[in-house]
């Protein structure tokens, strides 16, 4: 059974965490973050907490779709690079993360159109605390076909889940871009 949980949700956490949010969803809670897709004059910014996992992963792909496209984390310092398991799956992807950097929102020149992705429902509050706002966002797993506004942080998951974590990333990345 943790085996389960683990390669599925990442952690027991993760799968209350999974759970508790999508019956949220259900209800409606999360439907304010499901703009319309942003033409494609506006820059999609992802956000997520170390910007090393997800964020990057879906600023490339998001850039190999021919779209303007940026990247932070809320809780990470400046200047490292991509985790090496995102940047050996996003080289199967035919991507490459190679040149990415962290940049923390605080130190991100935002942009007054920029269509705002975050990974998870409590990076909304914390975006807006260190932000403001003033930009509209938007929840990146509202976008995948099996609709659940969170997207788990793979970093500390087994290889499994690691790799679910990043297709979600990538089918969410498609949503918005379709």
């Known amino acids: 059974m943790n085996r389960l949980v683990y390669e599925r949700f990442g ?31 506006r820059r999609l910014v992802f956000i997520c907490s170390g ?49 990415h950097t962290t940049v923390n929102v605080h130190d991100f020149s935002f942009r007054d159109d920029d269509f705002i992705v975050v990974m ?17 966002i938007a ?3 509202n976008y995948c076909k099996s609709r659940n506004p969170y997207i788990h942080d793979p970093y500390n998951c087994c290889d499994e889940f690691f790799v679910h974590c990043e297709q979600r990333v990538m089918e969410s990345v498609r949503g918005i871009c379709g």
């Open 120 to 136: 998870e429902p409590s990076h909304i509050a914390s975006f807006r605390a260190k932000v403001g706002h003033q930009h509209s």
């Open 51 to 99: 910007n090393i996992c997800r964020s990057p992963l879906a600023e490339a792909y998001a850039r190999s779709l021919g779209r303007d496209a940026a990247s932070c984390g809320l809780n990470c310092g400046d200047g490292f690079p991509a985790d090496p398991r995102a940047r050996e799956y996003a080289q199967s992807q035919g991507l490459t993360l190679d040149g």
């Open 11 to 41: 952690s027991r956490q993760g799968f209350v965490r999974f759970f508790a949010y999508w019956c949220l969803a259900q209800i409606g809670v999360y439907r304010q973050f499901t703009p319309a897709r942003p033409d494609h004059s």
């Open 139 to 141: 929840l990146a797993g």
